[in-house]
């Protein structure tokens, strides 16, 4: 569904059919009617603002204006889908609020600040959801940063990832493609569940659901369900595989679930939760094989469970956690 029908529609200047396309739209999902609440609150609240703006409307409506007509000249052949007067009413009522609603925007909730300017999601020591006014999902890993934006009349959604991990649940919609960016890489998707990890010496894309596009400077590749790509980012290479198990999701559904995986891997998932040291020493040990699922809490009873169900021994020896 277009902004600018929705728009539209909250000013009453629909007609008959588009006023029956809006409201089955939003009654068809519950994801579409927090999306139509959201703008609806945004756009009563804009209106009350400017009731009680200072600012001359005259002069900020001419400025409006200006902007446009540049804006229209750099792109002749624009296409718009609603009349030119709904356009300029909407577009200029939140030019007056950007300028005189600092009070109103620092009151936004912040997945709809993201209609007006690049919101920052940050987490420290745990793990932490967003809910985006599309009703995407991201779920920040600990230690995680990124902008997201989602500009009214825009056409993309956007996530600059500047480090750490995060899992995207990404609402379909055609009109509006899913970016994310981090560093040279693009990674573009219209609706589809995936993970992205961001360090300073790769980045790591995994999908667990549809299709997604990964570009890395002049390469693109496609993955599908279940297969990953990993950036080298010094040499610039890509390599893809097959993703071989869900341990990756441990900060999303708070356990690392195991299905007759390798005890490296484990192992590799447990020293990058818990900043770990944990070494397989023996022989035996590096060809083991777990199905299980550990609770994403305490090291020690992940530990124990390790020993007990693989008839393992656990040393620590000074930071380092020795299995054999």
């Known amino acids: 569904m277009e902004d600018q029908l929705l728009i539209k529609y909250l000013l009453g200047e629909t007609d008959s059919v588009e006023a029956e396309e809006v409201e089955k739209w939003i009654a068809a999902d519950v994801q579409n009617s927090r999306y139509f609440e959201q703008l609806r609150w945004i756009w009563e609240n804009s209106a009350r603002l400017l009731e009680k703006s200072e600012i001359d409307e005259n002069e900020a409506w001419k400025q409006f204006k200006d902007r446009r007509v540049i804006i229209e000249a750099k792109n002749k052949t624009a296409r718009h889908t609603v009349n030119l007067p709904v356009w300029l009413r909407v577009a200029a009522a939140i030019f007056l609020v950007l300028i005189g609603g600092w009070a109103l925007m620092s009151n936004l909730p912040g997945p709809v600040r993201a209609l007006y300017t690049g919101v920052v999601f940050e987490t420290l020591e745990e793990p932490v959801k967003e809910v985006l006014m599309d009703g995407s999902v991201l779920t920040l890993n600990k230690n995680s940063r990124l902008t997201y934006s989602q500009k009214l009349f825009g056409k993309q959604r956007l996530v600059s990832l500047s480090g750490g991990e995060v899992y995207f649940e990404v609402v379909k919609n055609k009109a509006k493609p ?68 869900q341990l990756f999701r ?74 054999e």
Do not use: C, W
């Open 178 to 245: 899913f970016v994310v960016i981090t560093g040279d890489m693009r990674v573009t998707v219209l609706g589809t569940s995936f993970h992205v990890h961001q360090s300073p010496e790769s980045i790591e894309v995994i999908v667990d659901a549809g299709l997604v596009r990964v570009e890395f400077r002049d390469q693109l590749i496609l993955l599908k369900k279940d297969e990953k790509a990993v950036i080298d980012v010094s040499s610039g290479s890509i390599e893809k595989d097959i993703n071989g198990s």
């Open 250 to 323: 441990y900060y999303v559904d708070g356990k690392f679930v195991a299905e007759s995986t390798a005890l490296p891997l484990l192992v590799e998932a447990l020293n990058k939760a818990y900043g770990s040291k944990i070494r397989i020493a023996s022989e035996r040990a590096q060809n083991m094989f777990i199905t299980t699922t550990l609770e994403y809490g305490s090291l020690e009873k992940n530990l124990e469970v390790l020993r007990e169900t693989l008839d393992l021994s656990v040393i620590r020896q000074g930071d380092n956690i020795i299995v």
